[in-house]
């Protein structure tokens, strides 16, 4: 959750978080925002104090409400340009981060998109007092998922407090992912700064996890922790070794 209003601001606060996570050691990085209430009036690409710095690529889907009567609206979906070059076959064009779609209904939005040979998702569910309607989350994201596609990361925001582990079962059983949060609870005892785990990171099974934190930001960001986490990527025969 990114808060406030922040599109005239010198460094903005999604730029601000990418720097937090652009690595000393040069590290490409992938990174899923959820509630970014970005406005779409605005040209995010080419504003003169752009929301991303250049050279990113990004996909954006701007909240629905202009007003910003409506909370939690707005998902993006960042890769730094070196891991672009990574996931890029040897012979053949680069890699790109491509859209697949962008799907918003009373309970949940989706941000699905491809990048090589990975199915990337930003996901929000909505605080409502409506069913949360797990079945049809699962089938969608299911849907999405392109055959072409031999890993999923999925990032988001699941507000499902204590319906998670049922979520969680039907996604593992469906596609095969497993939340890398859920797996470290030993260790990550909270996402959000009251207490809960809302925050996941799902990965397919091909993914090694090297890593994985859950950070505290600053207030004035955001009130959910920041996820960070290195993989390995296994590679494939024909293109060599994907690598972290």
Known sequence: CIRDRFESRRFSKVDTILRYVDKEDGTPFMAFFQETWLDPTIDHQHNPFPIIPAGYAT????????QGLIR???LMIVVHPDLLKLLSPRKGPQASLT???HITTSTFEFLAASVGDIFVASIYVKITSQQPQLEH???????????RCRHVIVGGDFNYHNLWPQC??????AMGVTSVITANEDKIKRTHSKGNVLDHVLISGGLVVQSVAA????????DH????LT???????TDGPHGD
């Open 99 to 101: 859209l697949i779609d």
């Open 225 to 228: 922790y920041l996820i960070t």
């Open 168 to 173: 969680h079962d039907m996604l593992k059983e």
């Open 59 to 66: 996909l954006i889907s701007h909240r629905e409400d202009p």
């Open 215 to 222: 950070s505290p930001m600053p207030d004035h960001l955001t």
């Open 137 to 147: 989350l699962v089938e969608v994201l299911y849907a999405l998922r392109p055959a």
């Open 231 to 237: 993989l390995t990527l296994p590679g494939d025969p």
């Open 72 to 74: 939690g609206r707005g």
